[in-house]
């Protein structure tokens, strides 16, 4: 049987913890809890094995001193057996010498904690092996060589160790399967016909679609003269036949586990960005909001309408996200236009109005800078315009003017007349919602002020319900 029916395959991860110590078992199964995984518990070795044949599991926690067969074995006889050996198991003991982590390590372990680290270096550990496991299942390789009892033999091997796996018997067949397929490691002979592993190594390093995806060599060559090519060519790895397949499959997973430590850098680092990145915007608004005490909280509910209608329309969760940010960041180009024209409380001359009607120019103009933002610019620059042509700053009209640009001049509209003002108290909404039906097709896209109610009358329900 193949990982994939070992595997719960579920969002709820299903962890199998093995101590002969009642009360050790019970603090895990307490101390797991935070994940919303499930626990399945076994007081040895021997019961753990049972469970992990018959049950599917994501994860092991296994103690190693136990009466029978003790944790060691266990993690030995899950790895030997073709149903369980993709099956994490992480080592918990008391056990705490170099030697005793490197015994379990040889045993296949993916980690080993003692039980003199604290819980949360263990529940970090947890969270970590589940995720690179779960990593681990959605990885393809790609095996290249016209042996097919080599294709069989590697294939079964990577399979039954989690992988999914496709074959090309040459490599210029692989190139075609290339169209439509993106593997995470291609493992290739050198001796081919109609293409061989050198040209096929040299094609795939010169595309800059396929040049990082690792490319191992198998071959039969040993001469040090064709590896030292082969891996300047880029090759990340080579391998001479005949091999043990179990080697084969340590070499592809090291490799895998080096590419999926940079992409884990890479997310991290694209995660730190992002939070600078909303800082920044946080910093910007509270800029714009400190010079104007009465707009303060207007881009902030803007971003909370505008999200909120987005949601409802069935974007998905990146989209809202979007949106928010560009809701709160509507009027961003205000921090452009002088004190005395923003702050004045009469009426506006007609010089002072087109300054003011400069800013969502300038919002557009200070986010040109930050690649991140690109997609928001549309709402900055279009919050103004309208679906009859009347609008600023280009008088866009109708469908022309971007979908959440339009759906944030609808709640920019709503909180602007609800509002307290220096000079006015907020509209009741009974007739701000008549202003807002009024300025269907002219002033807002009437789609958009239909959605907006709706959002409106879910708030209401929410309202109610809570
Ligand atoms: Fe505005």
């Known amino acids: 049987m193949a990982l994939k029916q070992m595997t719960s395959q579920s969002d709820v991860p299903r962890i199998l913890v093995v101590d002969d110590s009642t009360a050790v078992r019970r603090g895990l199964t307490k101390l797991l809890e935070p994940l919303g995984a499930e626990t399945l518990e076994a007081a040895d070795g021997g019961y753990g094995f049972d469970l992990a044949m018959r049950t599917s599991i994501d994860l092991v926690i296994s103690d190693v001193d136990m009466p029978g067969l003790d944790g060691i074995e266990l993690c030995r006889r899950l ?16 056990f705490s010498a170099e030697s005793d982590i490197e015994r379990g390590f040889k045993a296949g372990a993916s980690a080993y904690v003692t039980k003199h680290e604290s819980s949360a270096r263990l529940l ?35 399979t039954e160790a989690g992988f999914h796996v496709e074959t090309a018997p040459d490599g210029q067949a692989a190139l075609d399967r290339l169209n439509d397929l993106t593997p995470d490691l291609i493992l290739s002979d050198i001796d081919m016909p ?27 060559n040993s001469d040090r003269g064709t590896m030292k090519r082969m891996l300047q060519h880029g090759a990340a790895a080579y391998i001479t036949k005949p091999f043990n397949v179990d080697e084969l499959v340590i070499l592809t997973e090291r490799i895998l586990s080096d590419q999926y430590r940079l992409l884990l850098k890479e997310k991290e680092r694209l995660d730190f960005e992002q939070r600078l990145m909303l800082d920044s915007i946080t910093s910007l608004i509270s800029a714009l909001e400190a010079r ?41 180009g205000k921090i452009g236009v002088r004190d005395a024209v923003l702050l004045k409380p009469g009426r506006l001359t007609d010089d002072e109005f087109n300054q003011i009607k400069q800013h ?44 959440t640009a339009r759906m944030t001049a609808v709640a920019d509209t709503f909180h602007a007349l609800t509002s307290d ?13 008549d202003i807002i039906d009024d300025a269907r097709e002219t002033q807002l896209c009437p789609d958009c002020v239909d959605l907006f109610l709706a959002y409106l009358e879910k708030e209401a329900c929410r309202g109610h319900e809570g």
């Open 292 to 332: 104007d005490a009465y707009t303060r909280g207007h881009s902030e509910a803007v971003g909370r309408i505008v999200s909120g209608m987005v949601a409802l329309s069935g974007a998905d969760p990146k989209e809202v996200e979007r949106a928010t940010i560009g809701g709160r960041l509507h009027d961003i």
């Open 79 to 94: 790895k030997a057996n073709t149903a369980t050996r993709a099956l994490p198991v992480i080592l918990h003991s008391s």
């Open 360 to 403: 969502p120019l300038i919002g557009a103009t200070i986010l040109a800078s930050i690649e991140s933002l690109a997609d928001i610019r549309d709402i900055v620059l279009s919050h103004h315009e309208r679906p009859d042509g009347k609008g600023y700053p280009n008088g866009l009209s109708g469908n022309r003017i971007p979908l």
């Open 194 to 220: 109609v293409m061989n592993g050198f040209e096929l190594c040299e094609i795939l390093r010169a595309d800059a679609e396929t040049r990082d995806i690792p490319f191992v060599v198998m071959s039969a």
């Open 124 to 158: 970090e550990t947890v969270h970590r092996t589940l995720h690179r496991a779960r990593f681990q299942q959605e990885l393809s390789i790609l095996v290249v060589d016209d042996s097919r009892t080599i294709l069989r033999v590697v294939k079964t091997g990577l």
């Open 421 to 433: 003002r220096p000079y006015r108290k907020g509209m009741p909404l009974g007739k701000a919602l």
